[in-house]
């Protein structure tokens, strides 16, 4: 078990530029989720996929991120024309659904900064 | 909108002190998890409670969970500098697969 990996662990970027992160769950989860962390804040939640289905999307996902996991395995989040209110930490957690209230685990994050 | 609370915000307490935090909602979940986060790093799961009234104990950590499903709390004795960090808790909701975190409690043990 290598637990949950996200790459980059920064990226800095100037505004406007489109950027990508990639998330690598832990090999036997089916469930993938993305959060976004500010400073102080817990998580809030983005995205989840089931396998390579995307069941749900938060309001804060706007038309400019889009998410992939096109195999079931690893995905990306992609943020095109980035604005400076996107900067803040990515978070990628995965879980095993095959019985109820089994826990998420994450990844060290992506921490975005926009200039 | 299901929301968690946590108190306090912030906590600075002197090695060896004992402390309880709070994690609130008047919304029921179906489970409830606790992580600790340090800086520049991932959520790290300390347990997940699942029954209404369930305690357990992680080595100086005790975790509650409430008997209605709606709140828990986290109790370490003695604390030691090596528990300082960000305390969220995270509730899974009766339906859907949405987790929900609370906003976190600060905690600064200091030697």
């Known amino acids: 078990d290598t637990g949950v990996s996200q790459d980059p662990r920064h990226k800095i970027t100037k505004r406007g530029q489109n950027v990508t992160f990639r998330c690598d769950p832990i090999?036997?989860?089916?469930?993938l989720y993305w959060y976004r962390q500010t400073l102080g804040q817990g998580p809030e939640f983005l995205t989840y996929f089931q396998n390579e289905a995307q069941l749900e999307k938060s309001r804060l996902l706007s038309d400019r991120f889009s998410a992939e996991r096109p195999k079931g395995s690893f995905s990306t989040l992609e943020i095109q024309r980035t604005e400076q209110g996107d900067s803040a930490m990515y978070l990628c957690?995965?879980?095993?659904?095959?019985?109820?209230?089994?826990?998420?685990?994450f990844g060290d994050g992506t921490r975005l900064s926009i200039l | 909108t299901q929301l968690l609370e946590q108190s306090p915000q912030f906590l600075s307490i002197q090695e060896g002190e004992n402390l309880t935090v709070y994690c609130n909602s008047s919304?029921?979940?179906?489970?409830l998890q606790w992580y600790r986060q340090e800086p520049g790093e991932g959520p790290v799961l300390l347990v997940t409670v699942v029954t209404g009234g369930e305690v357990k104990k992680l080595k100086r950590l005790t975790f509650q969970f409430g008997d209605a499903r709606k709140d828990s709390s986290l109790h370490i004795t003695a604390a030691q500098p090596g528990d300082t960090g960000l305390y969220l808790c995270a509730g899974a909701p009766l339906y859907g697969q949405n987790f929900v975190f609370g906003p976190g409690t600060r905690l600064s043990v200091l030697p």
């Open positions: 957690a995965s879980s095993f659904q095959g019985a109820r209230n089994q826990p998420q685990h």
């Open positions: 919304s029921v979940f179906s489970s």
């Open positions: 090999s036997e989860h089916n469930r």
